[in-house]
């Protein structure tokens, strides 16, 4: 009996100290992640058309941060946590939130947290887009608790986290998608109780409502080029200004630009907006869905600044608008 005591004690502290090897490999942050860190710290966002050399030399040691650490396949999501891009969001993430809570102004500012996830402030409302990472670390759960509103483009997962969505409606903010199925819809109302259901707002395509300060409009598009899957642009005005998100999303039309009217910022998917840039005529443009680590290095290497700018360089007419690459945690102030 004693013996049979001292074997499960045993087996209890092996578990204890792998659990805690575990712990210690994903909290810890080797030197790379925080030289990076401070080298964001030390840089701020430059728009394309003036941008120092200084500014494009970040640009490509974060390119090289994020290649340095992929793999031929995608990476399992197991070894996507203990990776250093990884870790380097997560920190940033903290930031983030701080930012925003501090705060205040007339003025609109806009966070870039990863993929296609942003938050916008514009006096007290914070309006938040896609906020999603690999994995929903402890940090975004935490970051959410800013968003009063929350715009999904579509349900894949490097857009919409379900525990985003949970918190957020719990906390009594409000969810807007534009989902013709309802299959989407239903999804959200899943994660939490009745009661929370009369803060999602699902949008007939091209119409505009009014939900608590702000202006909202969602217009159906194809997800990519793929004609079976949903998608849907959102805009939003806030204060003076009309915000507009892609998602995945291309434009059945070039119509429906017109139902978006005067465009301040066009938070852009770089992989498929490129040819409506002109068309839209933004007077910012931030460049998203690059650097998303749930792929494989060649489309990594494919979705970085340097082809971004690379393509932008080779755009043969010019565009009015201000475009300007955000590395994750970083903000502009739009004027
Ligand atoms: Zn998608
Ligand atoms: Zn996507």
Redesign the pocket.
């Known amino acids: 009996m004693k013996k049979f005591v001292k074997e499960i004690l045993e087996s209890i502290i092996v578990l204890l100290l792998l659990s805690g090897l575990l712990l210690l490999g994903y909290v810890y942050n080797p030197k790379k992640v925080l030289r990076i860190k401070e080298n964001l710290d030390n840089s701020s966002p430059e728009e394309y058309s003036s941008m120092s050399l200084e500014r494009q030399n970040l640009l490509s040691e974060f390119d090289d941060f994020i290649l340095e650490s992929s793999t031929k396949e995608a990476k399992k999501l197991i070894q996507l946590i203990y990776s250093n891009p990884y870790k380097l969001n997560r920190l940033v993430l903290n930031d983030i939130k701080k930012e925003v809570e501090g705060y205040s102004g007339e003025l609109l500012e806009i966070w870039y947290v990863y993929n296609m996830g942003v938050v916008a402030k514009h006096k007290e409302d914070v309006i938040c887009f896609d906020l999603s990472t690999v994995i929903a670390s402890s940090n975004l759960l935490k970051l959410s608790d800013v968003c009063n509103y929350l715009f999904i483009s ?1 349900g ?1 997962g ?2 919409f986290s379900s525990r985003v969505a949970k918190r957020i409606l719990e906390n009594n903010g409000k969810i807007i998608i534009q989902d013709d199925t309802g299959i989407f819809e239903e999804s959200i109302k899943a994660l939490v109780s009745e009661d929370y259901w009369e803060n999602i707002y699902n949008l007939d395509s091209g119409k505009e409502y009014s939900i608590g300060n702000i202006n909202v409009l969602g217009i159906k598009t194809m ?2 080029m793929q004609e079976e ?1 949903d ?1 849907a642009w959102l805009s939003v005005k806030v204060g003076k200004y009309n915000i507009v998100h892609t ?2 999303g291309v434009l059945d039309s070039h119509s429906d630009v017109n139902l978006l009217g005067n465009v301040d910022v066009l938070l852009a998917n770089s992989i498929v907006v490129p040819l409506s840039l002109k068309d839209l005529n933004a007077k910012y443009i931030i460049p998203l869905h690059m650097h998303e680590l749930g792929h494989d290095r060649e489309f990594l290497k494919e979705n970085s600044f340097s082809s971004y700018l690379e393509k932008l360089n080779g755009f043969e007419e010019s565009i009015g608008s201000k475009i300007y690459p955000l590395v994750w945690g970083e903000s502009i102030e739009v004027v």
């Open positions: 579509h894949d490097d857009h997800h990519r899957k998608n998602g995945d």
